[in-house]
């Protein structure tokens, strides 16, 4: 009998033996600071990207799209989704990364970045605007007049290339760009303090910047006469028509010097918004390494942000200290903007020889 026991005990070892069991890891809560209250303003600016006061309206106004319905496991609040999100833009760093910044894990990180960029971008109707009375576009000539004395404008247009990760398939090719580099054309029309106030943001980046003005609304607007006599500064890639006014290419005479002189530097103002919007948040000069609708998404989001920063008068902070360039400023910026080859319509237009013969002659 006790053999018998031995043999029986000895079975149930060897069984348990092969048997594998699946060891879960612990639940870890990681610790969550408090940023908006850790950092002094200045301190704050730089890792975020904007003052604690211009976060603090932000986060009223997208407060409702954040909130968790209670408070189980541990749920973010909406500041610290508004704080990991800011964190991302300021850095591009991995998910990874920002979720221990935050005291994120690395899923709820990627979704939380997504939720609140979306949440942004909603706001885009009120923060991005385009003149359409009277009275606005009458405002918006009167601010470009004042740069370099070129009447009638109430927009200086162009677009910039805003690197990402190759979105596979069988389209991912029209993504490559001239510099050979992934990256979406993004077309703006600025005003005169820089602000965005219009924005094309889907096109691949073997787009033309006259492709993607030539498909888009704002052109049939203009077409249609909404805008009255204003008209837009483009560079050489455009056609030159009734509305849109590129630089001469051989200017000849004093007045056409003149007019090349005023074009280039009222236009400088679309040139100078893509610094400061890009500087603030280097996630668009580094590259967006999320799927494409995401990057679609982020790229609206952090426009609003640069309106309403600008509207309120915020500099651009300096680069925060764990921010890593694989080159200096200028040349990532450079890299951004790829000229494009001149337009093959005609640049003969009847209406710039009226305007350089009617207004800019009398300036000499």
Same mark, same amino acid.
């Given at each position: 009998?006790?053999?018998?026991?031995?043999?029986?005990?000895?079975?149930?070892?060897?069984?348990?033996?092969?048997?594998?069991?699946?060891?879960?890891?612990?639940?870890?809560?990681?610790?969550?600071?408090?940023?908006?209250?850790?950092?002094?303003?200045?301190?704050? #600016? /730089?890792?975020? +990207?904007? !003052?604690? =006061?211009? *976060?603090?309206?932000?986060?009223?106004? $997208?407060?409702?799209?954040?909130?968790?319905?209670?408070?189980?496991?541990?749920?973010?609040?909406?500041?610290?989704?508004?704080?990991?999100?800011?964190?991302?833009?300021?850095?591009?760093?991995?998910?990874?990364?920002?979720?221990?910044?935050?005291?994120?894990?690395?899923?709820?990180?990627? #979704? /939380?970045?997504? +939720?609140? !960029?979306? =949440?942004? *971008?909603?706001?885009?109707?009120?923060? $991005?605007?385009?003149?359409?009375?009277?009275?606005?576009?009458?405002?918006?000539?009167?601010?470009?007049?004042?740069?370099?004395?070129?009447?009638?404008?109430?927009?200086?247009?162009?677009?910039?290339?805003?690197?990402?990760?190759?979105?596979?398939?069988?389209?991912?090719?029209?993504?490559?760009?001239?510099?050979?580099?992934? !990256?979406?054309?993004v077309q703006t029309i600025c005003n005169a303090n820089l602000e965005i106030i219009d924005i094309v943001a889907r096109w691949p980046g073997s787009a033309h910047d006259s492709t993607i003005f030539n498909n888009c609304c704002r052109k049939a607007k203009?077409?249609?006469?909404?805008?009255?006599?204003?008209?837009?500064?483009?560079?050489?890639?455009?056609?030159?028509?009734?509305?849109?006014?590129?630089?001469?290419?051989?200017?000849?005479?004093?007045?056409?010097?003149?007019?090349?002189?005023?074009?280039?530097?009222?236009?400088?103002?679309?040139?100078?918004?893509?610094?400061?919007?890009?500087?603030?948040?280097?996630?668009?000069?580094?590259?967006?390494?999320?799927?494409?609708?995401?990057?679609?998404?982020?790229?609206?989001?952090?426009?609003?942000?640069?309106?309403?920063?600008?509207?309120?008068?915020?500099?651009?902070?300096?680069?925060?200290?764990?921010?890593?360039?694989?080159?200096?400023?200028?040349?990532?910026?450079?890299?951004?903007?790829?000229?494009?080859?001149?337009?093959?319509?005609?640049?003969?237009?009847?209406?710039?020889?009226?305007?350089?013969?009617?207004?800019?002659?009398?300036?000499?």
């Amino acid at each position: 009998m006790q053999r018998l026991r031995r043999m029986i005990n000895n079975s149930d070892s060897d069984d348990s033996e092969d048997e594998t069991y699946v060891v879960r890891r612990p639940r870890w809560i990681k610790e969550r600071n408090n940023y908006f209250y850790d950092y002094d303003d200045e301190d704050f #600016r /730089i890792r975020f +990207r904007l !003052s604690k =006061a211009a *976060a603090h309206n932000l986060l009223i106004k $997208i407060e409702d799209h954040l909130e968790f319905i209670s408070e189980r496991n541990q749920s973010i609040s909406p500041i610290n989704q508004l704080l990991a999100t800011l964190r991302f833009y300021a850095t591009n760093n991995s998910q990874l990364t920002i979720g221990d910044f935050s005291g994120l894990s690395t899923p709820t990180a990627h #979704r /939380i970045i997504h +939720r609140v !960029s979306a =949440a942004i *971008a909603s706001l885009n109707h009120e923060y $991005i605007k385009f003149p359409n009375t009277q009275q606005e576009i009458r405002q918006n000539q009167r601010e470009f007049y004042g740069i370099a004395r070129f009447p009638r404008v109430i927009g200086a247009m162009d677009c910039t290339h805003v690197r990402i990760s190759s979105p596979g398939g069988d389209q991912a090719e029209l993504f490559r760009n001239r510099k050979g580099y992934f !990256s979406i054309n993004v077309q703006t029309i600025c005003n005169a303090n820089l602000e965005i106030i219009d924005i094309v943001a889907r096109w691949p980046g073997s787009a033309h910047d006259s492709t993607i003005f030539n498909n888009c609304c704002r052109k049939a607007k203009f077409e249609a006469g909404d805008y009255g006599e204003g008209i837009l500064l483009v560079d050489g890639g455009y056609a030159a028509t009734s509305y849109s006014m590129p630089p001469l290419e051989n200017p000849g005479t004093a007045v056409e010097q003149l007019y090349n002189e005023s074009q280039i530097r009222t236009r400088n103002a679309v040139e100078r918004s893509y610094g400061v919007w890009k500087r603030r948040f280097p996630i668009l000069a580094l590259g967006l390494r999320v799927k494409l609708d995401k990057a679609l998404v982020i790229i609206i989001a952090t426009a609003v942000l640069h309106n309403i920063l600008r509207q309120r008068g915020e500099t651009v902070p300096p680069d925060d200290p764990g921010l890593i360039l694989p080159a200096p400023w200028e040349a990532l910026l450079q890299n951004g903007q790829i000229s494009c080859e001149r337009s093959n319509t005609p640049q003969r237009s009847r209406a710039r020889e009226l305007l350089i013969n009617n207004h800019f002659r009398n300036l000499i």
